[in-house]
């Protein structure tokens, strides 16, 4: 059984919004901190945005304001909501789970594609 599973990506026009999900799982989750990366063809993976166990956030320079992390520790569940989507956010992106500094997870990818 997968640690941490994504969903929510897609084909959406520029300017449009997507919400990505992603479900943790044996974990308590509430004690996790998460994270959503990004890998584009030919470059990279890195780091869009993340959220401590005490829901401090972070973002890469590229997203802010565009892009809000979120958590929901009832559900186990982080989320990615992406507003106003630019075509050089196409990119596959990938949920981070990281429990310690020796024990994390990554999720398998979702693919997100922005048509210009």
């Known amino acids: 059984q997968a640690q941490v599973v994504e969903s929510g990506g897609g084909l959406v026009q520029a300017g449009g919004s997507l919400r990505l999900s992603c479900v943790a799982s044996?974990?308590?989750?509430?004690?996790?901190?998460m994270a959503w990366y990004r890998q584009a063809p030919g470059k990279q993976r890195e780091l869009v945005a993340d959220?401590?166990?005490?829901?401090?956030?972070t973002y890469a320079d590229s997203v802010k304001g565009r892009f809000t992390i979120s958590r929901d520790n009832a559900k186990n569940t982080v989320y990615l909501q992406m507003n106003s989507l630019k075509p050089e956010d196409t990119a596959v992106y990938y949920c981070?789970?990281?429990?310690?500094?020796?024990?994390?997870?990554w999720g398998q990818g979702t693919q997100v594609t922005v048509s210009s």
């Open positions: 959220i401590t166990t005490t829901d401090s956030t």
């Open positions: 044996r974990t308590i989750f509430s004690r996790t901190y």
């Open positions: 981070h789970e990281r429990i310690s500094a020796t024990v994390y997870y």
